[in-house]
């Protein structure tokens, strides 16, 4: 029988919910919405479909102890550390040639971002279950993609091919051949291509057969392919760590969209409409928090005057310290020990901007 196998993404550094994370504590580990982390979520949500010991974490070897502290339940063995983070073509190259050691090539590898929030799990399992079959069938990468509801300008978005392909059941599911993907489009773009109907949203879920993977890396990315199969044939081997490093050193970092699917014809996508979100900054926490009747959301009673369609987030450890705003309107106000952030609802794309000081001076 052929196992299914998810790995946890979680390695991520970057600070889109600054002041509230850093590069030391990305938000993956932060208890962003009060019923845990995005990765203690994502655990337990795969808990549901997935058997215990095929769920596996991949992520840098420094952040070993807050995987431990968060998911105290986890085998070490299912603990995939990679020496650096060199983005999502990296983590999943190197979780294949870990997990490639131990299971069969018929086996199915589901991968998934730690930071997503997913309702209606029957709808999700069953995108996966047809993903599954997709991946079987078609030889190829299997994305599941989401029927988008509003025009959103920092989610990735795919384009699918309405054009019948010779497995009619598949396409009856839902299952298209992938055109193209675009990365993070300006609102007026977003909205052009949810106005064209053949665009879906980018889940960041991947799921293909063991035995696919290699022959598309090889295609799409001979370095890495040539990277990965150094470390593999030094699995067990004293010279492990150094050919470890080395390889990593040598690799550019790629995202996986860019990497490997937009450059392979062998991609299709579930379309799927479970409600997904994409906790990728403070505008897509504005949008899950519930809201008062001026379209504000908060996590304290702090006071708001002629204040609309703003978030006021309050993680001062002095529960006496108050936030007010007057005459506010479509702001982020956040305040923490480490920081104060004030912006514009749409400028929080900027926040990179502040980190990247931030470093440059030291702090």
């Known amino acids: 029988m052929n196992q299914n196998i998810a790995v946890i993404m979680a390695g991520g550094t970057q600070d889109p919910f600054w002041p509230l994370t850093n590069e030391n504590n990305p ?22 479909f997935f058997e215990k010991k095929h769920i596996y974490v991949v992520t840098q070897a420094s952040f070993f102890g807050k995987v431990i502290q968060q998911l105290p339940g ?30 069969s090539l018929n086996d199915y590898l589901y991968f998934f971002p730690s930071d997503h929030i ?30 988008p509801t509003i025009a959103i300008p920092h989610y990735g978005y795919i384009q699918f091919d309405n054009g019948r392909f010779p497995n009619y059941s598949l396409f009856e599911q839902g299952v298209r051949w992938v055109r193209t993907f675009a990365e993070k489009p300006d609102i007026q773009t977003a909205q052009r291509f949810i106005e064209a109907g053949d665009f879906v949203w980018n889940s960041g879920i991947f799921i293909f057969q063991m035995s696919t993977y290699e022959d598309i890396l090889l295609h799409c990315l001979p370095d890495y392919y040539s990277a990965f199969k150094r470390i593999e044939n030094a699995f067990n081997k004293p ?5 470890l490093d080395f390889s990593y050193k040598s690799i550019n970092p790629l995202s996986f969209d860019a990497g490997i699917l937009e450059k392979s014809k062998k991609v299709f996508t579930v379309i799927s409409d479970f409600d997904w979100y994409d906790l990728d ?21 702090d006071i708001q005057i002629n204040t609309t369609n703003s978030l006021i987030y309050n993680a001062d450890e002095d529960a006496n310290k108050t936030i007010a705003t007057v005459d506010l309107h479509n702001l982020v106000v956040v305040n923490t020990p480490n920081g104060i952030l004030v912006c514009p609802r749409n ?6 901007n502040v980190v990247n000081l931030q470093r440059l001076n030291g702090q």
Not at 239 to 243: G, I, K, S, Y
Not at 281 to 301: I, M, V
């Open 281 to 301: 900054n403070w505008d897509d926490y504005f949008r899950l928090s519930q809201k008062d009747k001026a379209n504000n959301a908060t996590n304290k009673d």
């Open 239 to 243: 010279n492990f760590a150094d050919e």
């Open 27 to 48: 938000k993956q580990f932060v208890n962003l919405l009060g019923d845990g982390s995005p990765l203690q979520i994502t655990y337990n949500r795969l808990l549901k």
């Open 347 to 352: 400028s929080l794309h900027k926040i990179k």
């Open 118 to 147: 997913i309702n209606d799990l029957e709808k999700f399992h069953s995108s996966l279950e047809i993903a599954q079959t997709a991946a079987k069938e078609l030889a190829s990468i299997i994305t599941l993609g989401i029927q």
């Open 74 to 103: 986890i085998d070490v063995s299912n603990l995939i550390l990679e020496p650096y983070a060199r983005h999502t073509t990296a983590a999943i190259s190197f979780a294949y040639t870990q997990l490639k050691q131990k299971y």
